[in-house]
């Protein structure tokens, strides 16, 4: 399988996705974010950091890149995007996924390991989890306290949007377990077909032991058994 | 030339979190009358053009794409 990851001015994830790609046994290749296609790709990786400066909002302005008409178009195909962190803004930004993010309620930068609850196990990227299975994932953003409206949040439940939610270790999910003051302690969605996912924590730095967890390899296990079955 | 004036702030209901913020610094620093703080962008563009009518047009359309997020912020302007 080969995943391409598309690297903006200012992302700072994109080595590490690569890295977490080939530790999968997987290809991996850069997309400089100026180019024109996409198509030779199984499955595609936005990447986290702070593209253009994070200027005006996070994501605001890389989602006029040239690359990204051929990221819709490929997500338009049915075929897996992630975006991880600034990746995810991005996407929301770019109308890929539904909402919007605002600044974290607590205004300041979050760096730490979370819970996630698995809220749906049925997605190309959680298909190898246990609904409900509790992941160590770390976080690291400022701007990852997810909105959306009432009607939207039941939209994203009825279509079983809602990828994960941050938890405690044991999977309780309130408002002490809510890092950042995201709505419904969404940590990550889907779109409504579900080939595209959209999270804040960052599974490429949960690969090994030696860096607190490997609870983010079951992400990129799932990807690559759906694109083994598709 | 022109100038562009342009507010963008939350939509009602949506969190604001440096408002919120600015506001409790300022009930403990003794203001009692301040019912609320919202922080916003304030953003001038220059732009060429005499019809006034098509460049209030563009600049809706360049606030829609792209200085407000529209499920989040609305926006106003005038043109000066």
Redesign the interface.
């Known amino acids: 399988m080969k995943f391409g990851i598309i690297v903006f001015p200012g992302s700072n994830c994109d080595r590490d996705c690569l890295w977490a790609v080939e530790e999968m046994k997987q290809k991996g290749e850069f997309v400089w974010h100026d180019s024109k296609s996409v198509a030779n790709y199984d499955a595609l990786i936005l990447p986290g950091g702070f593209s253009y400066g994070d200027y005006l909002r996070s994501g605001a302005i890389a989602r006029f890149a040239r690359v990204m008409d051929s990221v819709k178009t490929f997500a338009d195909k049915g075929k897996p995007v992630i975006g991880i962190c600034n990746g995810f803004q991005i996407l929301l930004e770019a109308g890929l996924l539904p909402g919007a993010m605002l600044t974290n309620k607590t205004l300041k930068f979050i760096c730490k390991y979370v819970n996630l609850s698995v809220e749906n196990n049925t997605s190309p990227f959680t298909n190898k989890c246990e609904k409900g299975q509790i992941l160590r994932v770390p976080i690291a953003h400022k701007e990852g306290n997810y909105f959306c409206d009432d009607t939207l949040l039941e939209t994203l439940l009825a279509n079983k949007q809602v990828a994960f939610r941050y938890c405690d270790e044991k999977g309780k999910i309130n408002a002490e377990t809510n890092p950042n003051g995201a709505v419904y302690n969404i940590a990550g969605i889907t779109n409504k077909k579900g080939n595209v996912l959209g999270l804040m924590p960052h599974p490429e730095r949960a690969m090994k032991e030696t860096l607190g967890s490997t609870d983010g390899k079951i992400i990129f296990e799932s990807v690559i058994s759906y694109l083994k079955k598709r | 030339m022109p100038k562009a004036k342009i507010y963008v702030t939350f939509k009602d ?6 408002g919120t ?1 600015v506001k409790r610094a300022l009930d403990k620093m003794g203001y009692k009358n301040i019912e609320e703080v919202m922080i916003g962008k304030y953003i001038e563009v220059q732009i060429k053009g005499t019809d006034k009518k098509q460049i209030e047009k563009e600049i809706d359309e360049i606030c829609d794409k ?2 407000a ?1 529209p ?2 912020e609305k926006y106003t302007f005038k043109v000066e």
């Open positions: 209901g949506v969190l604001d979190p440096q913020t792209l200085l997020n499920n989040i």
